[in-house]
């Protein structure tokens, strides 16, 4: 450092220069002193960390020092499942992971409710993660919490089994949505048909908030990362304009690589509605999904198919009129085959449930759950090469576990035990 002679004849500048100088020094070497402390992180620091990512709170000693055994014998994965079976794994951690996917506003803060519940319950009880988009599956309170019976019509059963502080590792109990919703087993598809995501995404609207919602929640991007518009448009509704602003141009460049795959897909849920009174309940709390099953018409349609398949039709007359819930991957071609779709279904189907299988059974719905959680373990999204390699070999295990996200946790914990 060259300094002025007025500097250099100064003696309050030649404090603050050195001054300067050994803050310089301290800040370079900060990083590696931290890093240092990460390497040489024993099986205790391990152990705790691992049990603060994956209960969110601290461990007592006792436990810690179970993990830390189990982390110097070479079995972390084992250290990670103690930890999981602290209350607050289910209560915190697995509660606050689920509960901005129920939501439009991503909200870590809404209240319990059904989808809520049954990923808690199907995370505590090892069930094959694809029944999250598929599966005639539930979770409701057990009895003896004193909670009010599930209901179709409102959200008091969860919101009074939050508010008790009850411990979700024990109270939640595994039944089947068919048997409280009236919604045929066939027609149930995880939980897109839970009262929850209906009240979210189908309320109103067109029904394509549900299949959006769900390709950011586990698939994990939006439509705009789906836009393909090579695929042909000929499954758009007739509610989308094709000159929006008198420009077909925006149509034809943007408007269209989004609805020209999700219409087809979306049509899977044309005999989904979320009914509730408008006037009286403009919120929809006590709403309930409704499914229209065989015979059951619609007054406007005159088909199974929701009234809101066949609004604002004057948009463009000559668009598609959908007529049942049959569905369509237009997305098994284009750009999106990198989705790596399964070469054991065929692409089409009919239904939220078969759809739900398309979508559950991907390369990138698997990809997305093991993301997910390493986001949430390990505080920070993937930044390396190290981190990728991390998550393809997490992600072959979790498909050749039978899709046990709980073992994700562990496993993730494991990887990032040294942060």
């Known amino acids: 450092m060259y300094l002025s002679a007025k500097e250099s004849n100064n003696p309050i500048s030649n404090v603050c220069t050195k001054a300067k100088q050994s803050l310089k020094l301290l800040c370079l070497s900060a990083p590696l002193i931290f890093a240092s402390a990460l390497v040489s992180a024993g099986p205790s620091e391990q152990a705790k960390r691992m049990h603060d990512r994956l209960a969110g709170v601290p461990g007592t000693s006792i436990i810690i ?31 606050n992971w689920v509960t901005p996917w129920t939501n439009e506003e991503f909200d870590v803060f809404a209240p319990l409710n059904d989808y809520t519940a049954t990923v808690i319950g199907m995370v505590r009880d090892e069930i094959d993660f694809r029944q999250v988009l598929t599966g005639d599956i539930l979770y409701i309170a057990d009895s003896s919490t004193g909670a009010p019976s599930y209901s179709n ?11 008790s502080g009850a411990d979700l590792s024990t109270v ?22 839970t009262r929850g995501a209906a009240k979210s995404f189908f309320k109103d609207g067109t029904n394509r908030a549900m299949f959006r919602f769900t390709l950011m929640n586990h698939m994990c991007a939006d439509l705009e990362a789906f836009k393909d518009t090579s695929r042909p448009p000929d499954r758009i509704r007739q509610d989308l304009s ?17 609805h020209s795959g999700m219409d087809p897909l979306a049509q899977a849920f ?35 198919v929701q009234a809101k398949y066949w609004i604002n039709s004057n948009n463009f007359p000559f668009g598609y009129v959908t007529m049942n819930d049959n569905w369509d991957n237009y997305w098994r071609q284009g750009q999106n085959q990198t989705i790596g779709w399964s070469d054991a279904l065929p692409g089409t189907g009919s239904g939220a449930k078969s759809m739900g299988e398309e979508l559950a059974n991907s390369q990138t719905f698997a990809n997305c759950q093991v993301k997910k959680v390493f986001k949430n373990v390990c505080l920070r999204a993937p930044q390396d090469e190290a981190d990728r390699t991390a998550i393809t070999q997490i992600q072959t295990e979790f498909m050749g576990n039978n899709y046990n996200i709980k073992n994700v946790f562990a496993a993730t914990a494991d990887y990032c035990k040294g942060e």
């Open 172 to 193: 939640l109990v595994a039944t089947t949505q068919s048997s409280l919703t009236g919604i045929p087993a066939q027609a149930t598809a995880g939980i897109m048909t």
């Open 65 to 95: 020092q179970q993990m830390a055994d189990l982390i110097e014998a070479g079995d972390a994965p084992g250290a990670a499942q103690i930890a999981m079976q602290s209350p607050s794994f289910y209560n915190v951690t697995i509660k």
């Open 270 to 304: 044309a005999y989904y509605n979320y009914d509730y009174n408008v006037e009286a309940d403009p919120d929809g709390e006590n709403g309930r999904i409704v499914y229209n099953a065989q015979g059951q018409l619609d007054t406007e349609t005159q088909l199974r």
């Open 242 to 258: 094709r000159s929006p602003g008198g420009d077909s141009r925006i149509f034809t460049n943007s408007c269209s690589g989004c």
């Open 153 to 163: 019509n409102n959200n008091a059963h969860y919101e009074a089994l939050e508010n």
